[in-house]
Structures are given as C-alpha cells and as structure tokens.
C-alpha cells in the first residue's frame, strides 16, 4: 500500500515539475526542473511494480487519485499562474490539516481521552535523504546527462546526415505542433493518454476473450444442428410447449 502511495505522489509531482518547466520562461530554471523530473523517473522505475499498478488500475480509488491529482494540477496551471497553483495547493493542504487537527482536540476534549497528536505517525516518520540515495540519483542523472550531450553533439555536428535529417524533420513538424498546443496542453493529453489507454486496452481484450469463449462454445452446437439438417434420416429435436 505504501508504494502504490509513493506512486500516486510520483506521478503527480513528475506531472508537477514537467508543466512547471515548460511553463516558467526563466532562464535557468530548466536545470533544476531536469534534475527533480529525473529523479522522480529513476524513482518510478524503482517502484515500477506500483507505477503499473496504478496505470492498469489495479486499485481504482488510487488510480482515481493519481489520474484526478495529475489532471486537476495541469489543467490549473493552463488557466492560472504557477504560484497561484502552489499557493492553493497548500492553501487547500492547510484547510485540510488544520480542520482534522482541529476535529481531533475537540473529540479528545469531549471523550477526555489522550490520544495525542493525531498526525504522531508521520511527525516521527523519518524522510531525510541518505547519502546513499543521493549518489544513487547522481550516478542515474550522470548517466542520462552524458548520453543527452553526446547524442546532441552527434546530432547537432552531422556526424550522421540521415539521423541529422530526421532530427531536422522531427523539429519541423514540432513548430506545427507548438503553434497548436503549448506545452501544458501536450502533457494533459499525454495524462490522459496515460492513464487511459491501458484501461480500453483491458476491457477491449476481456471482451474479445468473452467473445472468443461463446463462440468456442457455440460452435458444437451450431455443427451439430447442421449435421441434423443435412443427414438423411436424422431424427430432430421437437420443440417442447
């Protein structure tokens, strides 16, 4: 159930950060924006198990939350600025917090029971990053980093004319496409892409499978009655009133 969670906050901050860079036209601020969406992708991939668990929709009510978290913050951040996003992102967290907070010392006075802090488990929760975590995430980005400067290199100085002409042709078509969507747009079509297309994938195949089934199952019948019909002197079944 934890890393279903840890999933569900993935996916959503991944969906955070990419719409943040792509909307935040600062110089500089796409540095940090890789760093943060590479290490949220090498923590997917760790936790790859629970990341398809959410796409295939194993558990619905957090896949919901996952699909529903993505999309309410992308969409957000299309019509409003990205502080405005982050300030009622915590704002909406504080109302939470502070009303359950709230709730709870009113019940604990009302019954004089001692239940103490009624968020105690995730106050004594450890989340400092260790060291090893942190070399771990830099080797990862090290690695994806080296590759993107030498394809760009290769790329960008034709060491290869036919990949330097795709890459040409690809850009090309991109203009078309970035003067229809920006990028906020692209990335709530890829959530919900996403999220789902393997869901019509697997009701598509269990229907095909239900579908397979009768007709294997129909078929002996369907044979028999025609040998029925086509034999002579084959006695038929009389309908019963």
Known sequence: MLHCCDGVIGVAVLL???????????????????????SWFWLISENMSA???????????????????????????????????????????????????VYKSVIQAVQKSN??????????????????????LADQFLIHLNWFSNQTRRLLLVEDLVDSLKLAAVTWVMTYVGAVF???????????????????????????????????????CLAQSVLQDKLPGAVKKSKVE
């Open 16 to 38: 955070l950060v990419l719409s943040i860079s792509v909307s935040f036209p600062v110089k500089g601020f796409w540095e940090p924006a890789v760093v943060l969406a590479s």
């Open 115 to 136: 239940e103490g802090h009624p968020f105690r488990s995730l106050l004594e929760r450890d989340i400092s990053v260790s060291s090893e975590s942190v070399r771990q």
């Open 51 to 101: 990341a398809s668990q959410l796409v295939h929709w194993r558990e619905p009510k957090k896949s919901g939350a996952a699909f529903g978290l993505s999309l309410l913050v992308l969409v957000s951040l299309a019509t409003l600025s990205v502080i405005s996003v982050l300030s009622y992102l915590l704002l909406a967290c504080l109302c939470v917090t502070i009303t359950f907070r």
């Open 182 to 220: 920006n990028g906020v747009t692209i990335l709530i079509l890829a959530d919900i892409i996403f999220f789902t297309t393997p869901l019509i994938y697997q009701k598509k195949k269990v229907k095909t499978h239900l579908m397979s089934l009768s007709s294997t199952q129909s078929a002996p």
